[in-house]
Protein backbone atom coordinates (compact mmCIF):
# COMPACT_ATOMS: atom_id res chain seq x y z
CA UNK A 1 0.00 0.00 0.00
CA UNK A 2 1.17 3.06 -1.07
CA UNK A 3 2.72 5.17 2.11
CA UNK A 4 3.70 8.23 0.41
CA UNK A 5 0.64 10.01 1.17
CA UNK A 6 1.54 10.52 4.58
CA UNK A 7 2.42 13.94 5.61
CA UNK A 8 4.02 15.34 8.86
CA UNK A 9 6.46 18.26 9.40
CA UNK A 10 9.43 16.34 11.27
CA UNK A 11 9.23 16.37 15.03
CA UNK A 12 11.65 14.36 16.54
CA UNK A 13 13.49 16.39 19.19
CA UNK A 14 16.57 15.91 20.37
CA UNK A 15 17.20 16.89 24.24
CA UNK A 16 20.87 16.16 23.48
CA UNK A 17 23.94 18.41 24.46
CA UNK A 18 24.88 20.75 21.97
CA UNK A 19 28.41 21.84 21.99
CA UNK A 20 28.17 25.28 20.08
CA UNK A 21 27.83 28.63 22.43
CA UNK A 22 24.41 30.32 22.72
CA UNK A 23 24.13 33.22 20.69
CA UNK A 24 25.53 35.92 22.43
CA UNK A 25 24.06 39.89 23.39
CA UNK A 26 27.02 41.14 20.99
CA UNK A 27 26.28 38.81 17.99
CA UNK A 28 23.10 40.69 17.83
CA UNK A 29 24.86 43.72 16.49
CA UNK A 30 26.07 41.70 13.27
CA UNK A 31 22.38 41.18 12.97
CA UNK A 32 19.88 43.62 10.31
CA UNK A 33 21.64 42.52 7.80
CA UNK A 34 19.75 43.38 4.05
CA UNK A 35 19.90 41.34 1.88
CA UNK A 36 17.84 41.89 -1.35
CA UNK A 37 19.68 40.59 -3.79
CA UNK A 38 20.48 37.28 -2.38
CA UNK A 39 17.80 36.23 -0.26
CA UNK A 40 14.30 37.82 0.42
CA UNK A 41 14.49 41.61 1.53
CA UNK A 42 14.47 42.45 5.18
CA UNK A 43 16.58 41.12 8.04
CA UNK A 44 17.57 37.39 8.78
CA UNK A 45 19.34 35.22 11.26
CA UNK A 46 22.47 35.05 10.72
CA UNK A 47 24.93 32.88 12.33
CA UNK A 48 27.25 33.90 14.95
CA UNK A 49 31.11 32.56 13.42
CA UNK A 50 32.23 31.75 17.04
CA UNK A 51 29.18 28.52 16.68
CA UNK A 52 31.54 26.94 13.76
CA UNK A 53 34.22 26.43 16.07
CA UNK A 54 34.21 23.81 18.92
CA UNK A 55 34.00 25.40 22.36
CA UNK A 56 34.45 22.59 23.88
CA UNK A 57 36.36 18.75 22.88
CA UNK A 58 34.13 16.69 21.17
CA UNK A 59 34.28 12.88 21.20
CA UNK A 60 33.13 10.92 18.17
CA UNK A 61 32.59 7.78 16.80
CA UNK A 62 35.27 7.12 14.52
CA UNK A 63 33.35 4.56 12.21
CA UNK A 64 29.80 4.08 11.57
CA UNK A 65 29.55 1.01 14.24
CA UNK A 66 30.88 3.14 16.60
CA UNK A 67 33.29 0.58 18.07
CA UNK A 68 35.72 2.99 17.99
CA UNK A 69 36.25 6.32 19.29
CA UNK A 70 38.03 9.41 18.06
CA UNK A 71 38.16 13.31 20.37
CA UNK A 72 38.44 16.58 17.98
CA UNK A 73 40.22 19.24 20.03
CA UNK A 74 38.06 22.38 20.99
CA UNK A 75 37.90 25.69 18.70
CA UNK A 76 38.44 23.05 15.80
CA UNK A 77 36.47 24.58 12.88
CA UNK A 78 33.77 22.14 12.45
CA UNK A 79 31.24 24.26 9.56
CA UNK A 80 31.55 26.58 6.67
CA UNK A 81 29.04 27.61 4.73
CA UNK A 82 28.70 26.95 1.31
CA UNK A 83 29.49 30.14 -0.93
CA UNK A 84 26.07 30.82 -2.59
CA UNK A 85 27.24 34.02 -3.93
CA UNK A 86 30.56 32.88 -5.52
CA UNK A 87 28.31 30.37 -7.37
CA UNK A 88 25.62 32.72 -8.82
CA UNK A 89 28.30 34.78 -10.11
CA UNK A 90 29.88 32.06 -11.53
CA UNK A 91 26.88 30.53 -13.31
CA UNK A 92 26.07 34.12 -14.61
CA UNK A 93 29.31 34.65 -15.68
CA UNK A 94 28.92 31.09 -17.96
CA UNK A 95 31.53 29.60 -16.48
CA UNK A 96 29.94 25.39 -16.55
CA UNK A 97 28.61 23.47 -19.07
CA UNK A 98 26.84 20.33 -19.49
CA UNK A 99 25.99 18.19 -16.42
CA UNK A 100 27.89 20.33 -14.34
CA UNK A 101 25.77 23.23 -15.19
CA UNK A 102 22.84 21.71 -14.19
CA UNK A 103 24.36 20.19 -10.98
CA UNK A 104 25.82 23.43 -9.88
CA UNK A 105 22.57 25.10 -11.01
CA UNK A 106 20.49 22.78 -9.04
CA UNK A 107 22.20 23.77 -5.56
CA UNK A 108 21.49 27.21 -6.15
CA UNK A 109 18.03 26.46 -7.03
CA UNK A 110 17.77 24.85 -3.98
CA UNK A 111 19.31 27.51 -1.96
CA UNK A 112 16.73 29.97 -3.65
CA UNK A 113 13.87 28.13 -2.32
CA UNK A 114 14.99 27.96 0.43
CA UNK A 115 15.64 31.60 1.14
CA UNK A 116 12.90 33.29 -1.18
CA UNK A 117 10.51 30.75 -1.55
CA UNK A 118 7.52 32.82 -2.32
CA UNK A 119 9.58 34.93 -4.89
CA UNK A 120 10.90 31.36 -6.93
CA UNK A 121 8.28 29.14 -6.60
CA UNK A 122 4.81 31.27 -6.52
CA UNK A 123 2.49 33.60 -9.20
CA UNK A 124 5.43 35.70 -9.72
CA UNK A 125 7.93 33.05 -10.57
CA UNK A 126 10.14 33.53 -13.75
CA UNK A 127 11.83 30.23 -14.55
CA UNK A 128 8.59 29.95 -16.77
CA UNK A 129 7.64 26.67 -15.07
CA UNK A 130 4.36 26.24 -13.49
CA UNK A 131 4.07 28.17 -9.86
CA UNK A 132 3.93 25.69 -6.76
CA UNK A 133 2.05 28.29 -4.73
CA UNK A 134 -0.66 30.30 -5.11
CA UNK A 135 -1.46 31.51 -1.43
CA UNK A 136 0.83 33.17 0.43
CA UNK A 137 4.34 31.52 1.84
CA UNK A 138 6.97 32.52 4.35
CA UNK A 139 10.53 31.51 3.08
CA UNK A 140 11.29 27.93 4.55
CA UNK A 141 14.87 30.24 5.87
CA UNK A 142 12.58 31.89 8.35
CA UNK A 143 13.50 28.94 10.47
CA UNK A 144 16.08 27.25 8.45
CA UNK A 145 17.85 30.42 8.83
CA UNK A 146 20.34 30.94 5.68
CA UNK A 147 19.25 28.02 3.85
CA UNK A 148 19.48 25.68 6.96
CA UNK A 149 23.19 26.72 7.80
CA UNK A 150 22.55 28.59 11.31
CA UNK A 151 23.56 26.34 14.34
CA UNK A 152 20.51 26.23 16.35
CA UNK A 153 17.96 27.97 13.87
CA UNK A 154 16.34 24.48 12.60
CA UNK A 155 19.81 23.57 10.62
CA UNK A 156 20.08 21.38 7.60
CA UNK A 157 23.37 20.30 8.78
CA UNK A 158 22.49 17.16 9.89
CA UNK A 159 19.92 15.73 7.52
CA UNK A 160 21.45 14.27 4.54
CA UNK A 161 23.77 11.99 6.46
CA UNK A 162 20.76 11.25 9.04
CA UNK A 163 17.88 10.92 6.50
CA UNK A 164 19.97 9.83 3.11
CA UNK A 165 17.89 9.22 0.07
CA UNK A 166 15.73 6.33 -0.13
CA UNK A 167 17.02 3.91 -3.68
CA UNK A 168 13.26 2.54 -4.08
CA UNK A 169 10.33 4.43 -1.38
CA UNK A 170 7.83 1.02 -2.07
CA UNK A 171 10.04 -1.29 -0.79
CA UNK A 172 11.62 -1.56 2.33
CA UNK A 173 14.73 0.54 2.58
CA UNK A 174 18.38 -0.55 2.64
CA UNK A 175 20.82 -0.73 5.15
CA UNK A 176 20.98 3.35 6.88
CA UNK A 177 18.63 4.77 4.49
CA UNK A 178 15.85 6.47 6.33
CA UNK A 179 14.47 6.55 9.50
CA UNK A 180 11.45 5.19 11.02
CA UNK A 181 8.15 7.66 11.98
CA UNK A 182 6.33 5.81 14.26
CA UNK A 183 3.87 8.37 14.76
CA UNK A 184 2.05 8.14 11.26
CA UNK A 185 3.84 5.11 10.81
CA UNK A 186 5.78 5.38 7.83
CA UNK A 187 10.10 5.73 6.06
CA UNK A 188 11.52 9.21 6.03
CA UNK A 189 14.32 10.23 3.75
CA UNK A 190 15.87 13.61 2.49
CA UNK A 191 13.14 13.87 0.26
CA UNK A 192 10.08 12.97 2.22
CA UNK A 193 11.10 15.33 5.14
CA UNK A 194 11.57 18.48 3.20
CA UNK A 195 8.19 17.56 1.20
CA UNK A 196 6.63 17.49 4.68
CA UNK A 197 7.53 20.55 6.12
CA UNK A 198 7.00 22.64 3.34
CA UNK A 199 3.50 21.48 3.55
CA UNK A 200 3.36 21.99 7.12
CA UNK A 201 5.52 24.37 8.51
CA UNK A 202 5.78 26.86 5.10
CA UNK A 203 2.32 27.28 4.58
CA UNK A 204 -0.03 26.10 2.00
CA UNK A 205 1.24 23.77 -1.03
CA UNK A 206 3.19 21.08 -1.69
CA UNK A 207 6.94 20.61 -3.34
CA UNK A 208 6.04 17.23 -4.90
CA UNK A 209 8.85 14.31 -4.49
CA UNK A 210 9.66 13.58 -8.32
CA UNK A 211 10.16 17.23 -9.27
CA UNK A 212 12.59 19.70 -10.09
CA UNK A 213 12.25 21.74 -7.35
CA UNK A 214 12.88 18.59 -5.22
CA UNK A 215 15.80 17.88 -7.17
CA UNK A 216 17.10 20.98 -6.68
CA UNK A 217 16.17 20.58 -2.31
CA UNK A 218 18.06 17.56 -2.89
CA UNK A 219 20.68 19.06 -4.18
CA UNK A 220 20.96 21.84 -1.68
CA UNK A 221 20.48 19.78 1.20
CA UNK A 222 23.35 17.57 0.25
CA UNK A 223 25.77 21.08 -0.39
CA UNK A 224 24.97 21.73 3.54
CA UNK A 225 27.07 19.13 4.48
CA UNK A 226 29.08 18.42 1.38
CA UNK A 227 29.78 22.28 0.40
CA UNK A 228 30.03 23.59 -3.05
CA UNK A 229 34.03 24.31 -2.79
CA UNK A 230 36.59 22.29 -1.05
CA UNK A 231 36.83 23.76 2.59
CA UNK A 232 33.11 24.07 2.74
CA UNK A 233 30.55 22.26 4.61
CA UNK A 234 30.88 19.71 7.62
CA UNK A 235 35.02 19.79 7.95
CA UNK A 236 35.31 16.78 10.46
CA UNK A 237 34.71 13.79 8.12
CA UNK A 238 33.28 11.53 11.27
CA UNK A 239 30.43 14.10 11.96
CA UNK A 240 28.87 13.12 8.62
CA UNK A 241 28.47 9.34 10.14
CA UNK A 242 24.64 8.40 11.30
CA UNK A 243 26.31 7.54 14.46
CA UNK A 244 27.73 10.97 14.81
CA UNK A 245 24.38 13.08 13.87
CA UNK A 246 23.35 14.10 17.20
CA UNK A 247 27.10 15.61 17.88
CA UNK A 248 26.47 18.04 14.86
CA UNK A 249 26.77 21.35 17.07
CA UNK A 250 23.60 22.78 17.15
CA UNK A 251 22.12 20.47 14.70
CA UNK A 252 19.19 20.72 16.97
CA UNK A 253 17.79 23.22 19.49
CA UNK A 254 17.29 21.13 22.95
CA UNK A 255 14.34 21.66 24.42
CA UNK A 256 14.89 23.52 28.22
CA UNK A 257 16.01 21.11 30.64
CA UNK A 258 13.33 21.99 32.94
CA UNK A 259 10.47 20.80 30.59
CA UNK A 260 11.70 17.43 30.57
CA UNK A 261 12.74 17.57 34.81
CA UNK A 262 11.01 20.15 36.85
CA UNK A 263 7.32 19.40 37.63
CA UNK A 264 6.41 22.73 38.48
CA UNK A 265 7.76 24.17 34.71
CA UNK A 266 4.82 24.91 33.05
CA UNK A 267 3.33 27.51 30.33
CA UNK A 268 0.75 30.60 30.62
CA UNK A 269 -0.40 31.82 27.62
CA UNK A 270 -2.07 34.66 29.23
CA UNK A 271 1.57 35.70 30.35
CA UNK A 272 3.01 35.09 26.92
CA UNK A 273 0.05 37.25 25.16
CA UNK A 274 1.54 40.58 27.42
CA UNK A 275 5.29 39.49 26.77
CA UNK A 276 4.30 38.83 23.08
CA UNK A 277 2.83 42.37 22.80
CA UNK A 278 5.53 43.66 24.42
CA UNK A 279 8.50 42.22 22.64
CA UNK A 280 6.87 40.75 19.33
CA UNK A 281 4.41 42.47 18.10
CA UNK A 282 6.18 45.34 16.73
CA UNK A 283 7.31 43.16 13.68
CA UNK A 284 5.18 40.19 13.54
CA UNK A 285 2.67 42.03 14.41
CA UNK A 286 -0.11 42.14 17.23
CA UNK A 287 -2.30 39.48 14.93
CA UNK A 288 0.68 37.38 14.48
CA UNK A 289 0.26 37.73 10.35
CA UNK A 290 3.86 39.08 9.82
CA UNK A 291 4.22 41.46 6.82
CA UNK A 292 3.53 40.60 3.35
CA UNK A 293 4.73 42.38 -0.26
CA UNK A 294 2.82 41.03 -3.02
CA UNK A 295 6.39 40.98 -4.76
CA UNK A 296 8.52 39.39 -2.63
CA UNK A 297 6.63 37.54 -0.21
CA UNK A 298 6.81 37.89 3.63
CA UNK A 299 9.49 40.48 4.80
CA UNK A 300 8.56 39.32 7.96
CA UNK A 301 6.95 36.30 8.50
CA UNK A 302 3.78 35.18 10.23
CA UNK A 303 3.54 33.28 13.49
CA UNK A 304 0.00 32.81 13.03
CA UNK A 305 -3.04 32.13 10.29
CA UNK A 306 -2.47 30.37 7.16
CA UNK A 307 0.39 31.39 6.15
CA UNK A 308 2.03 30.14 9.16
CA UNK A 309 2.97 26.61 10.36
CA UNK A 310 -0.41 23.86 10.63
CA UNK A 311 -1.04 22.24 13.75
CA UNK A 312 1.04 19.35 12.06
CA UNK A 313 4.33 21.08 11.98
CA UNK A 314 6.88 20.72 15.07
CA UNK A 315 6.93 23.95 15.68
CA UNK A 316 2.98 23.53 17.03
CA UNK A 317 4.80 22.07 19.57
CA UNK A 318 5.04 24.49 22.83
CA UNK A 319 8.42 23.38 24.09
CA UNK A 320 9.65 23.24 20.89
CA UNK A 321 8.73 26.43 19.58
CA UNK A 322 10.04 28.23 23.11
CA UNK A 323 13.63 26.80 22.81
CA UNK A 324 13.47 28.58 19.09
CA UNK A 325 12.35 31.85 20.52
CA UNK A 326 14.62 31.52 23.50
CA UNK A 327 17.90 31.07 20.74
CA UNK A 328 16.79 33.31 17.79
CA UNK A 329 13.77 36.17 19.12
CA UNK A 330 13.56 38.82 19.24
CA UNK A 331 15.59 38.95 16.06
CA UNK A 332 17.48 42.11 17.55
CA UNK A 333 18.29 40.53 20.46
CA UNK A 334 18.71 36.71 20.67
CA UNK A 335 19.07 35.30 24.15
CA UNK A 336 17.29 37.94 25.93
CA UNK A 337 14.08 36.35 27.12
CA UNK A 338 13.78 33.92 29.52
CA UNK A 339 12.65 30.61 29.29
CA UNK A 340 9.16 31.12 31.38
CA UNK A 341 8.86 34.06 29.01
CA UNK A 342 9.91 31.76 25.81
CA UNK A 343 7.51 29.29 26.54
CA UNK A 344 4.78 31.55 27.72
CA UNK A 345 5.08 33.18 24.37
CA UNK A 346 5.20 30.03 22.50
CA UNK A 347 1.80 28.78 24.32
CA UNK A 348 0.43 32.22 23.42
CA UNK A 349 1.52 31.54 19.75
CA UNK A 350 0.03 28.15 19.48
CA UNK A 351 -3.49 29.61 20.86
CA UNK A 352 -3.46 31.81 17.54
CA UNK A 353 -5.71 30.92 15.00
CA UNK A 354 -3.69 28.33 12.07
CA UNK A 355 -4.42 25.81 9.90
CA UNK A 356 -5.22 22.14 10.49
CA UNK A 357 -5.01 19.39 8.01
CA UNK A 358 -7.68 17.09 7.13
CA UNK A 359 -5.87 14.18 7.67
CA UNK A 360 -5.36 14.55 10.99
CA UNK A 361 -7.38 13.19 13.26
CA UNK A 362 -7.72 10.52 10.82
CA UNK A 363 -4.48 8.56 10.31
CA UNK A 364 -2.32 9.84 13.18
CA UNK A 365 -1.46 7.03 15.08
CA UNK A 366 -3.25 8.16 18.53
CA UNK A 367 -0.83 5.54 20.69
CA UNK A 368 0.97 7.95 23.02
CA UNK A 369 3.85 5.52 23.05
CA UNK A 370 4.72 6.16 19.42
CA UNK A 371 5.61 9.84 19.64
CA UNK A 372 6.61 12.26 22.77
CA UNK A 373 3.45 13.18 23.28
CA UNK A 374 4.57 15.51 26.33
CA UNK A 375 5.59 17.49 22.87
CA UNK A 376 2.03 17.18 22.03
CA UNK A 377 0.67 17.75 18.06
CA UNK A 378 -2.54 18.84 18.16
CA UNK A 379 -4.21 16.20 16.43
CA UNK A 380 -7.64 16.83 17.56
CA UNK A 381 -8.49 14.51 20.39
CA UNK A 382 -6.24 13.29 23.20
CA UNK A 383 -4.86 9.98 22.87
CA UNK A 384 -7.13 6.73 24.42
CA UNK A 385 -6.11 5.99 27.36
CA UNK A 386 -3.80 8.56 28.27
CA UNK A 387 -3.95 9.81 31.54
CA UNK A 388 -3.06 13.98 30.12
CA UNK A 389 -5.52 16.69 29.24
CA UNK A 390 -4.95 17.95 25.75
CA UNK A 391 -4.34 21.76 28.17
CA UNK A 392 -1.93 19.68 29.99
CA UNK A 393 -0.28 18.18 26.95
CA UNK A 394 -0.14 21.83 25.12
CA UNK A 395 0.49 23.93 28.32
CA UNK A 396 2.92 21.26 30.87
CA UNK A 397 4.26 20.85 32.98
CA UNK A 398 5.49 17.88 31.18
CA UNK A 399 7.46 16.44 33.66
CA UNK A 400 4.88 14.04 34.79
CA UNK A 401 4.35 12.97 31.46
CA UNK A 402 7.47 12.28 30.69
CA UNK A 403 7.37 10.35 33.77
CA UNK A 404 4.12 8.39 32.65
CA UNK A 405 5.75 7.91 29.12
CA UNK A 406 8.86 6.50 30.22
CA UNK A 407 6.56 4.05 33.07
CA UNK A 408 4.05 2.77 30.21
CA UNK A 409 6.17 3.07 27.04
CA UNK A 410 9.64 1.31 27.62
CA UNK A 411 10.18 1.66 23.97
CA UNK A 412 9.31 4.99 23.42
CA UNK A 413 13.15 6.23 22.27
CA UNK A 414 12.53 2.91 19.75
CA UNK A 415 10.50 4.42 16.98
CA UNK A 416 10.96 0.36 16.60
CA UNK A 417 9.88 -0.35 12.85
CA UNK A 418 6.55 -1.88 12.28
CA UNK A 419 4.18 -2.22 9.37
CA UNK A 420 2.09 0.75 9.22
CA UNK A 421 -1.47 0.41 10.03
CA UNK A 422 -3.29 1.94 7.83
CA UNK A 423 -6.93 2.24 7.01
CA UNK A 424 -8.42 0.29 4.61
CA UNK A 425 -9.72 3.32 2.40
CA UNK A 426 -6.29 5.08 3.04
CA UNK A 427 -5.93 5.15 -0.74
CA UNK A 428 -9.49 5.94 -1.16
CA UNK A 429 -10.16 9.13 -3.65
CA UNK A 430 -6.33 9.39 -4.69
CA UNK A 431 -7.54 7.38 -7.68
CA UNK A 432 -4.14 5.49 -7.69
CA UNK A 433 -2.62 8.89 -8.54
CA UNK A 434 0.21 10.71 -7.22
CA UNK A 435 -0.75 12.59 -3.95
CA UNK A 436 -3.02 15.32 -4.48
CA UNK A 437 -2.71 18.28 -1.94
CA UNK A 438 -6.41 18.23 -0.87
CA UNK A 439 -6.18 21.56 0.94
CA UNK A 440 -6.83 22.51 4.45
CA UNK A 441 -9.72 21.36 6.59
CA UNK A 442 -9.89 23.64 10.06
CA UNK A 443 -10.68 20.81 12.69
CA UNK A 444 -12.04 22.32 15.58
CA UNK A 445 -10.38 22.51 18.57
CA UNK A 446 -11.50 20.26 21.20
C1 LIG B 1 12.96 43.15 14.59
C2 LIG B 1 11.84 42.37 14.10
C3 LIG B 1 11.48 41.09 14.87
C4 LIG B 1 11.16 40.97 16.20
C5 LIG B 1 11.10 42.06 17.27
C6 LIG B 1 10.84 39.57 16.39
N1 LIG B 1 10.97 38.90 15.23
FE1 LIG B 1 10.61 36.91 14.96
N2 LIG B 1 11.33 37.03 13.08
C7 LIG B 1 11.68 38.20 12.43
C8 LIG B 1 12.20 37.88 11.12
C9 LIG B 1 12.67 38.88 10.07
C10 LIG B 1 12.17 36.49 11.02
C11 LIG B 1 12.70 35.66 9.84
C12 LIG B 1 14.18 35.43 10.02
C13 LIG B 1 14.93 35.12 8.75
O1 LIG B 1 14.38 35.24 7.66
O2 LIG B 1 16.13 34.78 8.87
C14 LIG B 1 11.59 35.98 12.25
C15 LIG B 1 11.31 34.64 12.51
C16 LIG B 1 10.54 34.20 13.56
C17 LIG B 1 10.01 32.87 13.72
C18 LIG B 1 10.18 31.72 12.76
C19 LIG B 1 9.35 31.92 11.52
C20 LIG B 1 7.87 31.99 11.80
O3 LIG B 1 7.29 33.04 11.44
O4 LIG B 1 7.28 31.08 12.39
C21 LIG B 1 9.30 32.86 14.89
C22 LIG B 1 8.53 31.71 15.48
C23 LIG B 1 9.44 34.16 15.49
N3 LIG B 1 10.19 34.95 14.66
C24 LIG B 1 8.89 34.52 16.71
C25 LIG B 1 9.18 35.73 17.34
C26 LIG B 1 8.85 36.02 18.71
C27 LIG B 1 8.10 35.08 19.62
C28 LIG B 1 9.31 37.27 18.98
C29 LIG B 1 9.26 38.01 20.29
C30 LIG B 1 9.95 37.38 21.37
C31 LIG B 1 9.91 37.78 17.75
N4 LIG B 1 9.83 36.81 16.80
C32 LIG B 1 10.44 39.04 17.61
C33 LIG B 1 11.59 39.48 12.94
C34 LIG B 1 11.36 39.77 14.27
C1 LIG C 1 7.81 27.72 10.84
C2 LIG C 1 9.12 27.13 10.81
C3 LIG C 1 9.53 26.28 9.62
C4 LIG C 1 9.42 26.58 8.28
C5 LIG C 1 8.89 27.83 7.65
C6 LIG C 1 9.97 25.45 7.57
N1 LIG C 1 10.42 24.51 8.46
FE1 LIG C 1 11.38 22.78 8.00
N2 LIG C 1 11.43 22.27 9.99
C7 LIG C 1 10.95 23.04 11.01
C8 LIG C 1 11.13 22.32 12.26
C9 LIG C 1 10.75 22.82 13.63
C10 LIG C 1 11.74 21.09 11.93
C11 LIG C 1 12.16 19.99 12.89
C12 LIG C 1 13.55 20.32 13.37
C13 LIG C 1 14.01 19.42 14.47
O1 LIG C 1 13.33 18.48 14.84
O2 LIG C 1 15.12 19.68 14.97
C14 LIG C 1 11.90 21.10 10.48
C15 LIG C 1 12.50 20.07 9.77
C16 LIG C 1 12.81 20.13 8.42
C17 LIG C 1 13.66 19.19 7.73
C18 LIG C 1 14.35 17.99 8.39
C19 LIG C 1 15.58 18.49 9.10
C20 LIG C 1 16.24 17.46 9.96
O3 LIG C 1 17.45 17.23 9.80
O4 LIG C 1 15.56 16.88 10.82
C21 LIG C 1 13.72 19.58 6.42
C22 LIG C 1 14.51 18.92 5.32
C23 LIG C 1 12.90 20.75 6.30
N3 LIG C 1 12.38 21.07 7.52
C24 LIG C 1 12.68 21.43 5.10
C25 LIG C 1 11.88 22.57 4.99
C26 LIG C 1 11.55 23.22 3.73
C27 LIG C 1 11.99 22.74 2.36
C28 LIG C 1 10.79 24.30 4.03
C29 LIG C 1 10.17 25.30 3.09
C30 LIG C 1 9.36 24.79 2.00
C31 LIG C 1 10.66 24.34 5.49
N4 LIG C 1 11.31 23.27 6.03
C32 LIG C 1 10.01 25.35 6.18
C33 LIG C 1 10.42 24.31 10.91
C34 LIG C 1 10.15 24.98 9.72
Known amino acids: MAIRTILLCFILVSSSVVF ?30 DDYFLNGDLELFANEDASETVTIPSGTQWYQAPDVEKLRDELNAGMYSGAEKEEKEKILFGYDIMTKTYEVLGPNRTDGRPALYTGQIMNCSACHAQGGTVPHSWP ?30 YWRDTITVNRDCGINCAGQGEIPKDSYEMDALVAWTKAVQEGIYPGEGILIPELKLKSNN ?67 GGPYMVPVLAAFIQRQMPLSQPGSLTEQEAIDIAAYLSDMPRDSRWWEDYYYDHNPCKRSAFLSLDV ?23 EWLANECPNIEGNEPSEPILPEDFDAGFDGADFINPGIYALPRN
Open 20 to 49: AKPPTSDGSSSRGKSNSTTGSPGVHIIANP
Open 156 to 185: LTRTYSHFRLRANLDAPPQDGEGEFYGPLG
Open 246 to 312: TKIPGARIPIFEKVLNDPEFKADPKAGKVAYDRTCASCHGKDGLGKWSEKSGYTVPPVAGGGSHTKA
Open 380 to 402: GVTPVGFPFSDADTRYGPWQPIK
